[in-house]
């Protein structure tokens, strides 16, 4: 593989509470390649939305802050960068889209102005010219009447058009990365369907690279090539998607392709992965998922799990794998 477009080392971004520091990112290594779209799935709770929110630089202050680690965006690491060169990289090189798009669409603005204001910003198109390329990109992420819509309102549009707005809005200075956090959550399935499709088909056509952010194992399988697992503010698996899906190696990937509905389940009931995400003040000493795992051994509790290289593209943190450990050898079987 060629080297990747954006690379994340050894990430940490801890955020202090009246409880005590929560270490919401805490050693997450991540490679995005040219053109793939990476998925980082989780439970709500698990530190990808930090981890998106990191790359921006976009982590709420004071509360929250990047306590170490490097982002490599082309060969440079972004927590250098000052907060102008920031300021100048973000939503031109990368661009992100969130969940609900009222939260970024400004409800005073039309359309036209929201996506004119966006590539003025960056200076990538003004006036007559800039005006133009608004209704095209309303267009290019199918928006029938893009003429009419320019003039719109926020409130006045659907919710599936304010994503595609939103959309549009990212894609204006064809960024290099689109970092896509819950894009299809708030929508109803039809709808997410048809955004999800347009999202990979644009990603294809403008040859862009997307880190997906979802906690839904469904869509990964549908848009992403590849797939990291996050758990309790780490990367517990990552894999390419069809090899995740077809023979997940860590216990939480396992329990959460069990929970999922398939039709070779039909009729069963369905596995529930017990308990929750602990709290990010309070992490267990040793494997962050014990408490929930069906596969834990003694030295489970007490040691935090290393990674362990399965094959040039897989990697798990579990003891399982780890042949250090005496019980090493226990075959796991899925749990549905
Ligand atoms: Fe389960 Fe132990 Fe692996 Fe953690 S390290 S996932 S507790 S087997």
Redesign the pocket.
């Known amino acids: 593989m060629h080297s990747p477009i954006l690379k994340v080392q050894n990430l940490h971004t801890w955020f202090e509470t009246p409880t005590g520091t929560a270490r919401a990112v805490d050693g997450v290594n991540f490679e995005l390649y040219q053109g793939e779209t990476l998925a980082i799935v989780g439970e709500s709770g698990s530190g990808k939305s930090i981890t998106a929110l990191s790359l921006m630089q976009l982590v709420p202050e004071p509360a929250g802050y990047i306590e170490k680690g490097s982002i490599f965006y082309k060969n440079r690491d972004l927590l250098d960068l000052t907060w102008e060169e920031m300021r100048a990289l973000r939503g031109k090189d990368i661009a992100m889209i969130f969940q609900e798009p009222m939260t970024s669409l400004n409800p005073v603005l039309t359309v036209e102005k929201q996506i004119v204001e966006a590539m003025q910003v960056h200076g990538t198109a003004t006036g007559a010219e800039a005006r133009k390329r608004a209704v095209d990109m309303l267009n290019k992420v199918g928006i029938r009447s893009p003429q009419q819509v320019v003039r719109q309102f926020p409130h006045e549009l659907s919710g599936g058009m304010r994503q595609r707005v939103m959309i549009a809005i990212a894609l204006s200075n064809n960024p290099q990365i689109l970092l896509a956090d819950e894009p299809t959550t708030a929508l109803d399935v039809t709808v997410q369907a048809q955004i999800l499709d347009l999202l990979a088909s644009l990603q294809k056509e403008l040859g862009m690279s997307m880190l997906l952010i979802t906690h839904d194992l469904g869509i990964v399988a549908r848009v992403a090539q590849r797939c990291c697992v996050m758990y309790a503010g780490q990367i517990?698996e990552e894999a390419p998607t069809s090899e995740l899906l077809k023979n997940p190696q860590?216990?939480?990937t396992r329990g959460l392709l069990a929970s999922l509905p398939s039709r070779a389940r039909r009729g069963q009931e369905l596995y529930t992965l017990e308990g929750v995400v602990p709290p990010p003040t309070r992490w267990p000493k040793?494997?962050?998922?014990?408490?929930?795992?069906?596969?834990?051994?003694d030295?489970?509790?007490n040691?935090?799990?290393g990674e362990t290289a399965l094959s040039p593209q897989r990697r798990v943190?579990?003891?399982?794998?780890?042949s250090d450990s005496a019980e090493a050898a226990?075959p796991l079987e899925n749990p549905s």
């Open positions: 517990v860590h216990p939480y040793g494997c962050r998922f014990a408490l929930r795992c069906p596969n834990r051994m030295i489970c509790k040691v935090l799990p943190s579990c003891h399982l794998y780890n226990v």
